[in-house]
Nanobody, 119 residues
Framework: QVQLVESGGGLVQAGGSLRLSCAASGRTFSTYAMGWFRQAPGKEREFAAG????????KYADSVKGRFTISRDNAKNTVYLQMNSLKPEDTAVYYCAVLNMYLAPTGAWGQGTQVTVSS
């Protein structure tokens, strides 16, 4: 079972940037698609971004397209989410997840990292 640990969350002003990291255990990280989801208070968890095992394919939610960039470093077993031009509505707990080939979650989640964007 892969273990996922997110980091990089925090408090930032609107228009600012943050980079989230997700470190994965296990030697098969490079075979997994990975993704970031987020859950705002009182709302359901939603997909934000996904990346294929090789990094050659990425997908974004419309709400973050053009502002967020997902990437991965298979040598470091780490996936990143660079978040620019942050808005108050981006405030949420961000979760890293292992995805299947269709970029759907498989049930392996990190513990989450809080991102708060002040106006």
């Amino acid at each position: 079972q892969v273990q996922l640990v997110e980091s990089g969350g925090g408090l930032v002003q609107a228009g600012g940037s943050l980079r989230l990291s997700c470190a994965a255990s296990g030697r098969t990280f490079s075979t997994y698609a990975m993704g970031w989801f987020r859950q705002a208070p009182g709302k359901e968890r939603e997909f934000a971004a996904g990346i294929s095992w090789s990094g050659g394919y990425t997908k974004y939610a419309d709400s973050v397209k053009g502002r967020f960039t997902i990437s991965r470093d298979n040598a470091k077993n780490t996936v990143y989410l660079q978040m620019n031009s942050l808005k108050p509505e981006d405030t949420a707990v961000y979760y890293c997840a292992v995805l299947n080939m269709y970029l759907a979650p498989t049930g392996a989640w990190g513990q989450g990292t809080q991102v708060t964007v002040s106006s």
